[in-house]
């Protein structure tokens, strides 16, 4: 079911959002050589406690995890792209980290991520994280009452492929609210004009994320953690996004 929130609710969203970002941006700030991802899953763990906020993800456990997923915080690291389960790993000069984080704050959630290149930067990270975060600018710059659902998609999915990419459409945005995931799914590429009609109080989370050289995954064995097929690296980029009668407010954005 897709809900619409008022004027009022966004608001009332705002603190998540927040919240969020600050997380995003500290680790953003702490990922470094010689830091573990377990370091990072602690200091957002720190965040979440003392903010009196609410994780979106230690309990969680839908039907593709093999167990509740355990942590705070989604760290993939190079090949892995999606849902990395923090583990007892030491970054390493020019690692590719992908941190993907969502909280509640007085029973209302958002969702953010970001990629960073950890140490020397590879040119070819630098620029598939360009890549995505033009698609996320499309996508929010879609995200407007009166387009439909595939405006958006399609200005992500526009992006990568004119830059050559290609696009996995398994995992993609989503609805967000009171719950984490909510409808509609916002696909990563998808044909203008088509799909749901867009309101003022539709919230969602732009989420592109895009393989250096396929759009075949793989599951790790922990059930969450998602990586190429081939091995490739990935980015991963995401802001929730609320839709008014004007412009889009990007409730995640950073400082």
């Not at 879609?142 to 659902?149: E, H, I, K, S």
């Not at 050559?164 to 995992?171: A, D, M, R, T, Y």
């Amino acid at each position: 079911m897709i809900e619409l929130r008022t004027p009022t609710q966004i608001e009332q969203m705002r603190p998540a959002g927040r919240f969020v970002a600050s997380v995003i941006s500290a680790l953003a700030e702490k990922a470094d050589v010689g830091v573990n991802l377990l370091e990072l899953d602690e200091l957002a763990h720190r965040m979440i406690k003392d903010a009196g906020a609410e994780s979106c993800y230690i309990d969680y456990h839908p039907s593709f995890g093999a167990m509740p997923f355990g942590k705070v915080l989604c760290t993939s690291v190079n090949d892995a792209v999606l849902h990395g389960l923090p583990f007892d790993y030491t970054l390493k000069d020019g690692d590719l980290l992908s941190v993907d984080f969502a909280a509640a704050v007085d029973g209302w959630v958002s969702d953010s991520a970001l990629s960073v290149v950890v140490g020397t930067p590879r040119t070819e990270d630098v620029w598939l994280i360009d890549v995505a975060q033009r698609a996320l600018d499309a996508g929010i710059a879609a995200a407007r009452a009166g387009n439909r659902l595939g405006d958006i998609s399609h200005a992500i999915g526009s992006v990568a492929r004119a830059e050559g990419l290609k696009v996995n459409l398994q995992f993609g945005g989503h609805g967000v609210g009171r719950t984490m995931h909510g409808d509609p799914h916002v696909a990563n590429d998808g044909q203008a004009g088509r799909g749901l009609k867009l309101r003022p109080g539709l919230v969602i989370a732009i989420e592109p994320w895009f393989l250096h050289t396929t759009d075949e995954i793989r599951f790790d064995p922990d059930g969450w953690t998602i990586r190429s097929a081939d091995g490739s690296r990935g980015a991963h980029v995401e802001h929730t996004v609320a839709l008014t009668e004007g412009d889009p407010i990007v409730l995640t954005a950073r400082d």
